[in-house]
């Protein structure tokens, strides 16, 4: 079984995102994994802060 996992920069950008739909539609069965786009993991820390500070 393949298993690609695909995250921060490498789904960055448009461009980056491009890339790896290349790579996941080249007609192999896959399990394929995505996470946050860099920087989106910090934002929803920062935001939880927040959000904790004002209850």
Known sequence: MLVLKFGGTSVGS??????VKNIINDG???VVVLSA??????TLVEISEHIRLKE
Request: charged share 20%; net charge positive.
């Open 28 to 30: 192999t069965k896959k």
């Open 14 to 19: 448009v461009e980056n995102m491009t890339h």
């Open 37 to 42: 786009m860099s920087g989106t993991t910090n």
